[in-house]
């Protein structure tokens, strides 16, 4: 049976290697791949309508943006193969290893896998192929550990909390938060509460929340 898998990746040589690694897959797929190095190339792929749907996307988490259509990331690819494509697997691959880039990424995107790229050999992109195929999902080690106390506290570090801890990080400061994000000034210093109470801060200033994220490896 053959498979088509659209690889997208800034590096040919990894996308080569994902090529080789898959040839000796277990489920006797023939695979047909096709590569894109970048967003833009990624997104002339995906809405060409003329072109065929793929089962699956092998996506880099961070790419060279499109910045015309204002697509940034891998994250933005995988909304857009959502839209289009939407009985796709993704299986997204990183080199990141802060907790809340790969929890955004599980929230947002829900990908079939999520690998941190430093984590898994050519056996186990295998093992997470075979599982993706059979309709399971598949996370690396360091995704799990990263991500395990995040879940269990979700409702501290929802979209918006976890925003204004990257936006914090980016050097934004409150009064210019609300710039940013669809929120008021009285809301945010609310969540602001929220944060230090998962920090345990009981009466820290915008850089010991940085500080505390960091120490944890959020960010």
Known sequence: MKL???????????????????????LGFEIET????????AYEIITNKKRNIYDLVFLDYSLPPYEKMNI?????????????????KIVMLTSHTEALILYNILRNVEPAGLLVKS???????????????????????????????????KIYLDNFNRQIITLLSQGI???SLPNYMNLSMS????RKVQIKDYFSIE????EDIIREAKRLGLI
Do not use: R
């Not at 898998?5 to 690694?21: A, C, F, R, T």
């Not at 809301?187 to 609310?190: A, D, G, L, T, V």
């Open 4 to 26: 088509k898998i659209l690889m997208i990746d800034d590096h040919p040589s990894m996308i080569e290697g994902y090529k080789i690694i898959l040839s000796y897959n277990n």
């Open 34 to 41: 096709t590569s894109a190095f970048n967003c833009e190339s």
């Open 72 to 88: 940034t990331s891998g994250e933005d690819i995988a909304m857009l193969i959502k839209t289009h494509w939407p009985n796709c």
């Open 119 to 153: 984590d898994f050999s050519a056996d186990e992109l295998l093992v997470a192929f075979d599982a993706v195929m059979n309709g399971q999902t598949y996370h690396s080690i360091t995704v799990k550990e990263c991500t395990k106390e995040l879940l269990s506290k």
């Open 173 to 175: 400061k409150t009064k």
């Open 187 to 190: 809301s945010i210093e609310k």
């Open 203 to 206: 009466k820290g200033t915008d």
